[in-house]
């Protein structure tokens, strides 16, 4: 009941948008295809070569009054079944595939001097980092190829006051929005070996998220202090039942409460930011534990460079099995480079290694642009390290990919 007034919301504000006299209208769109090739085959999957495309549309409205609509919408479908092949428009993100039609955004904004007020599906970002964000707690991910994600929506009313120097920003979500793990029988799900696994659902929680942030910008600084009050979207694993080598997983979505803040300092030779959370459950089965990064950060004339360290302190060990990229990029060295060759070409470098030296995840991207409208993008990602290591245990899983998209 609730998915379906959430639907039929969302098309009400979608007519209300359009029927509206607009000051100026804008659309965007591209049509991508990708490629993507393994070497290796993994125990639970045999398959070297997968296809995909996505067609991403976005239109926004702006009204002399104040008020902004933005809407934007995914069609997309695939070789490997990483994407759903059902007729259905999703709203939620709660399905365990991509599904082939999804409302990305649909969100109405008010601005009127220092307020500004936004209702509907929308993309929040918090904290000031740029290779990991322990504070970012309203956006969920899709993890179905751990290395390569995206971001996904929420539900929210989201009030931001600007005055000064300080910014206040508000969230309240109604509507629990998971990330999305990678499917139980697929390369990107390491299973134990022996063992047969099914996913036996979730358990999504009931009740809201609640969340405040205030930045200050200072002289020759900026920071803020942030917190929430929710659910994390990243899930426990629960065996919700067991016939050996059967094992039946349900998901699991611990209460979580976090205290965090992030600082940005720009020097004469580089800028340094660091960010740090902490987190505590009343749930049982999850951890107490803090994340931090501290990172360097220079422009050297075509070329950007980042890179630090990103530390995890855990205070409660509750020994649950989980999925949580945030915390297995922890005690790690991460870094990324980009040189912009010219207006159409780009190369990119992105790394992180553990310190003890039991995972690594190297990237390398090309981007080159043919004209207006097309881009053609190469990159090749290698994962090694130990399979006890977040990383290692992707071992199997380095890939090539050649991405051709069409922008209009």
Request: include cysteine; charged fraction near 20%; proline fraction near 4%.
């Amino acid at each position: 009941m609730r998915a379906t007034w959430h639907r039929h919301s969302a098309c009400v504000l979608f007519l209300v948008a359009t029927a509206c006299l607009a000051q100026s209208f804008s659309q965007r769109g591209f049509l991508e295809t990708q490629f993507i090739g393994y070497p290796q085959t993994a125990p639970n999957d045999s398959g070297s070569a997968i296809g995909e495309s996505l067609l991403r549309y976005e239109a926004f409205y702006k009204l002399s009054a104040g008020w902004q609509f933005s809407g934007g919408i995914d069609a997309r479908t695939d070789s490997h079944r990483q994407d759903a092949r059902a007729l259905h428009l999703s709203w939620n993100d709660r399905e365990t595939q991509r599904p082939a039609f999804e409302i990305r955004r649909l969100s109405a904004s008010y601005h009127h001097g220092p307020l500004t007020i936004e209702l509907g599906k929308q993309f929040i970002r918090w904290g000031k980092a740029d290779i990991l964000n322990p504070t970012d707690r309203f956006a969920p991910r899709d993890f179905l190829s751990v290395v390569d994600n995206d971001f996904l929506g929420v539900t929210a009313a989201r009030l931001t006051y600007e005055k000064g120097s300080e910014t206040l920003d508000v969230v309240w979500a109604p509507l629990f929005t998971p990330s999305r793990i990678p499917l139980i029988d697929q390369r990107w799900f390491v299973a134990p070996a022996g063992l047969r696994l099914i996913d036996a659902g979730a358990r999504y929680p009931g009740g809201s998220q609640t969340g405040a942030r205030w930045n200050h910008l200072g002289a020759g600084y900026e920071c803020s202090l942030s917190f929430y009050q929710g659910f994390n979207n990243l899930p426990l694993l629960g065996i919700a039942a067991t016939s050996l080598p059967t094992v039946y997983l349900q998901r699991l979505f611990p209460q979580m409460r976090m205290y965090g803040g992030d600082v940005a300092i720009p020097l004469k030779l580089v800028t340094v930011k660091g960010e740090a959370a902490y987190f505590t459950s009343s749930t049982p089965q999850a951890d107490d534990y803090a994340l931090y990064v501290i990172q360097l950060e220079r422009q050297q004339g075509e070329w950007m460079f980042v890179g630090g360290y990103a530390g995890q302190a855990v205070t409660r060990k509750r020994q649950a099995l989980d999925f949580a990229p945030d915390r297995g990029l922890a005690r790690a060295f991460l870094g990324r480079a980009t040189w912009t060759i010219d207006t159409n070409r780009s190369l990119a470098f992105e790394a992180a290694a553990r310190q003890n030296g039991d995972g690594v995840w190297l990237k390398t991207e090309y981007s080159h642009a043919l004209g207006q409208h097309w881009r053609v993008k190469a990159a090749f990602t290698l994962i090694r390290g130990s399979p006890a290591d977040f990383l290692g245990q992707y071992r199997r899983n380095s890939h090539g990919t050649l991405t051709v998209r069409y922008s209009f």
